[in-house]
Structures are given as structure tokens and as C-alpha cells.
């Protein structure tokens, strides 16, 4: 059997790069074929190349406002690597939908609220601000809109009246490495049903 090849993004520590990292082994029908990010200074990075998978840099800055010629570049080590679908781990770029249009069906993102609410930053804050009883995090497809697309997944997580952005933000996050691996393995195989998590 001939795996499908999985490119991450990412901008920072990883920790759901790791997660999807460590899923794809055994009888997983992928496997990582690359772990890019926009910036070199991205913690997980080292934690890729730890685990014997090709990295690449891409670095925005140079490129300033022209997003699509970022993109250009960014494409080539995708290519290169031959990648059948992307995972964006908390990578902190806005795309074009250029870019986007590319990888139509083959792109996914994890976004640490449930979607539709809170698209954007700050989303901890905004679901405690709001009074939310429950607060979590979604796996979608990625289309042009801005944290949109169909939705693969959700993981929910109770607001406590303790909490802090921190303090959730950090149940969030271990509800992300559950789902994300799970929601990549169904698709991979083909299902696109929302996988709804407790
Ligand atoms: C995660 O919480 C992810 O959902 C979020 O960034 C964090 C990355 O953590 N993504 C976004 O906010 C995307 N807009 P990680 O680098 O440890 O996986």
C-alpha cells in the first residue's frame, strides 16, 4: 500500500504537529512526508527533525504584504515533497485563496474554538468574555473564508468559573492532540462525517 504524504505547517511549539506526528505509524494509511513553517524560529521545528522528518523555512518577512508571493514560495518545498494533504497546526498565516485553491479537499486546519464561533485570534478570551458554558476546539476543511470550510471534528471542553484564557486555552489544547490525529485518520480514509468528541 502507498501512503498518503502529510505536510504540516506550523509557527510554533508543534504540539499538535507531535500528536499527528506520533499517529502515523502502524497500519495509519499516512505518513508525514514534511514540517514547514513561516518561521525559524518555530520550537517544532527541532521537535520534527527529533523524529527524522523533513523540515523547511519559509520565512514571510522578506515578502512583507505580498501574501501570494510568500505563497509562491512556499508551494515549492509542498511540491517537492511530493504532499497529498496539508495540515495546518497552528500556522499563524492568513492564505490566499490562491493558495487555498490549490489544496481544495486536501487541506485541514485545527482552531482552537468551536466553529462558527470565534473565528480569528484571542478565542479563549472571547468564549470566557462571552459566558460560555463550554468552550472547545474544531477540525474543518480549509476554503478561502478565514477559518470556515466544512467541519471534520469538535472537541468540547466545560468552562470552569475558575478558569482563565490560560487555564482553558490548556484543556483545549489536550483536547486538539485527541482530535486532530483521529479526524486525519478518517479522512485519510475517505470520511468526512464530523467526528463529534465528548
Ligand atoms: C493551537 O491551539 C491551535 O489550535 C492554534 O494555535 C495553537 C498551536 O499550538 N491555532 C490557531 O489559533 C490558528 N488560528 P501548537 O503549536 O502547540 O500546536
Not at 518555530?42 to 514571510?60: F, S
Not at 515578502?63 to 497529498?84: H, N, S, Y
Not at 474543518?140 to 466544512?150: A, R
Amino acid at each position: 500500500m502507498s501512503h498518503k504524504r502529510v505536510a504540516i505547517l506550523i509557527s510554533g511549539g508543534g504540539s499538535n504537529m507531535v500528536a499527528l506526528l506520533g499517529s502515523m505509524t502502524g497500519d495509519h494509511p499516512a505518513r508525514p512526508c514534511l514540517v514547514l513553517s513561516n518561521d525559524a524560529g518555530a520550537g517544532g521545528l527541532a521537535r520534527a527533525a527529533e523524529r527524522g522528518v523533513a523540515t523547511a523555512v519559509i520565512d514571510h518577512k522578506p515578502f512583507g504584504a505580498d501574501r501570494a508571493a510568500f505563497e509562491a514560495e512556499l508551494v515549492k518545498p509542498l511540491i517537492a515533497a511530493r504532499t497529498d494533504i496539508v495540515c495546518l497546526a497552528g500556522f499563524m498565516r492568513v492564505l490566499t485563496a490562491g493558495f487555498v485553491g490549490q489544496w481544495t479537499g486536501r487541506m485541514l486546519n485545527i482552531h482552537p474554538s468551536l466553529l462558527p464561533k470565534y473565528r480569528g485570534l484571542h478565542t479563549h478570551a472571547r468564549a470566557l468574555d462571552a459566558g460560555d458554558a463550554e468552550h472547545g476546539c474544531t477540525v474543518h476543511e480549509v476554503t478561502p473564508e478565514l477559518d470556515d470550510g466544512p467541519i471534520l471534528g469538535q472537541a468540547r471542553v466545560p468552562v470552569r468559573s475558575d478558569d482563565t484564557p490560560q487555564t482553558l486555552a490548556a484543556r483545549v489544547l489536550v483536547q486538539e492532540h485527541r482530535l486532530y490525529p483521529a479526524v486525519l485518520r478518517r479522512f485519510c480514509d475517505g470520511n468526512r462525517e464530523p467526528l463529534l468528541l465528548p
